[in-house]
Nanobody
Framework: QVHLVESGGGLVQAGGSLRLSCAAS????????MGWFRQAPGKEREFVAG???????NYANSAKGRFTISRDNAKNTVYLQLNSLKPEDTAVYYC?????????????????????WGQGTQVTVSS
């Protein structure tokens, strides 16, 4: 399994921005579809955004127009740019990897579709 480490979370005011990073190691990055999920207190973990090696992306409705996922395959890193943040975006954000192949373009949204998970990074948005 690939090892994932997130960073970049923090406290931000509503309307602000953050960029989350997820560094992957121990696997062939081109073999993984990468996803970002979040979990707020008392709620289930939910899909936020995902990206295949080939660059296809998928976003939750709550993320469309505000969040952008990108990946630097040379650095084995995936990013999540969070803009126009709202208090309801407050959650622990998790990076996840799904073992696949470099030709896959489908980006799954279910948590059980992903094999490896990071430890999470807290994002808190104040009103």
């Amino acid at each position: 399994q690939v090892h994932l480490v997130e960073s970049g979370g923090g406290l931000v005011q509503a309307g602000g921005s953050l960029r989350l990073s997820c560094a992957a190691s121990g696997g062939t990055f081109s073999s993984y579809t990468m996803g970002w999920f979040r979990q707020a207190p008392g709620k289930e973990r939910e899909f936020v955004a995902g990206s295949s090696w080939r660059g296809s992306t998928n976003y939750a409705n709550s993320a469309k127009g505000r969040f952008t996922i990108s990946r630097d395959n040379a650095k084995n890193t995936v990013y999540l740019q969070l803009n126009s943040l709202k208090p309801e975006d407050t959650a622990v954000y998790y990076c996840a990897a799904r073992r696949t192949d470099m030709y896959t373009i489908v980006v799954f949204t279910a948590t059980n579709a992903y094999d490896s998970w990071g430890q999470g990074t807290q994002v808190t948005v104040s009103s």
